[in-house]
């Protein structure tokens, strides 16, 4: 089945420090991945869809300068989360959709990164 | 305002019973629906799709239906294992065609032996 690699697991640094989180699509290519944030008990909330060539497009309130997402191929996602602080620690998951399947067919996830900043 | 509400933030069953699990939700026009299944400190695992004209789906022990004048879906393992013990997402998919998937709360689900 399709294989989504999200490097590295976890993180913890200190604050001002930038962080930079990769998303691979192993055995597809993909056009378009996404970043979610997850907060303990709740939701999946998308930040930005990551196009492959093109910038990516934010969602709402997610400030484009503070989490830079860079899609050079169709395999790999890279989101950077500049000048970390505390209230940046959550769990950041990746999530990316074959190229040439149907925009209703499921998403494939990475396992996620935890980013605790101190 | 809209809204995708799972029904309890957590629901524990007997070994054997089945597990309904509830999605609803409000202001949204879904093409599509999803259920996901997510352990703890992992990345979601996509296991059913339903479309919008279709009533029912199964797979294995795994139920879904949807009913688009009730705005709600629910999803059942049958015969359920502690194994099965996980948070269940929905999500929805608009008609609009965008590619992002708006997710439920989730519930978590535990399966006492």
């Known amino acids: 089945g399709a294989v989504v690699s999200q490097h590295p697991s976890r993180v913890i640094c200190k604050s001002g420090t930038s962080v930079k989180i990769e998303c691979r699509s192993l055995d597809f290519q993909a056009t378009t991945m996404f970043w979610y944030r997850q907060f303990p008990k709740q939701s999946l909330m998308l930040m930005a869809t990551?196009?492959?060539?093109?910038?990516?497009?934010?969602e709402q309130g997610v400030e484009k300068d503070k989490f830079l997402i860079n899609h050079a191929s169709l395999t790999l996602s890279t989101l950077t989360v500049t000048s970390a602080h505390p209230e940046d620690s959550s769990f950041y998951i990746c999530?990316?959709?074959?190229?040439?399947?149907?925009?209703?067919?499921?998403?494939?996830f990475g396992d996620g990164t935890r980013l605790s900043i101190l | 305002s809209q809204k995708i509400e799972q029904n309890s933030e957590a629901l524990n069953i007997q070994e054997g019973k089945t597990a309904t699990l509830t999605c609803n939700y409000t202001n949204y026009s879904p093409a599509y629906l999803q259920w996901y299944r997510q352990d703890p400190g992992r990345g979601p695992v996509f296991l059913l799709l339903?479309?919008?004209?279709?009533k029912e789906k199964r797979k294995e022990r795994l139920k879904v239906t949807f009913d688009t004048t009730l705005k709600q879906s629910l999803f059942h393992i049958t015969a359920s294992q502690p194994a099965d013990s996980a948070t269940y997402l929905c999500a929805l998919g608009e008609r609009t065609g965008a590619n992002n998937l708006f997710f439920g709360t989730g519930t978590r689900l535990t399966v006492i032996p």
């Open positions: 999530s990316a959709r074959d190229g040439a399947a149907h925009s209703n067919q499921p998403q494939h």
């Open positions: 339903i479309r919008e004209n279709e």
């Open positions: 990551s196009n492959e060539g093109s910038k990516a497009t934010y």
